[in-house]
């Protein structure tokens, strides 16, 4: 089973700034994507940026500019830089990454996604 853990929430000024990082650990397979989705209250979890092991990046365009995700492959981690925070941007930020599993000899897999369990990112004066 693969575990993430995510850390470098808390509370921030409107346009201040918060690093958050993940680390996966326990995974049998080669992880493709990493991420960051985020919760706002009341809403249904959304993109935030993700990051292939090949450096493919992709970013919502609501923080395009602001955000950036980068990923360190040998240690299994990813962090996002958050800057100039709006009001209101208050939310629950999760990890994800997706790992390809082989399941047979033949060489059949399964792409499955594992979830943190989310630090929250307070905005607030």
């Known amino acids: 089973q693969v575990q993430l853990v995510e850390s470098g929430g808390g509370l921030v000024q409107p346009g201040g700034s918060l690093t958050l990082s993940c680390v996966a650990s326990?995974?049998?397979?080669?992880?493709?994507?990493m991420g960051w989705y985020r919760q706002f209250p009341g809403t249904e979890r959304e993109l935030v940026a993700t990051i292939t092991k090949d450096g493919s990046i992709n970013y919502a365009d609501s923080v395009k500019g602001r955000f950036a995700i980068s990923r360190d492959n040998t240690k299994n981690t990813v962090a996002l830089q958050m800057n100039s925070l709006p009001l209101p941007d208050t939310a629950v930020y999760f990890c994800?990454?997706?790992?390809?599993?082989?399941?047979?000899?033949?060489?059949?897999?399964?792409?499955?996604?594992?979830w943190g369990k989310g630090t929250l990112v307070t905005v607030s004066r």
């Open positions: 326990g995974s049998r397979g080669s992880i493709n994507l």
């Open positions: 994800k990454v997706g790992v390809r599993e082989i399941v047979n000899v033949e060489g059949r897999y399964v792409d499955k996604d594992y």
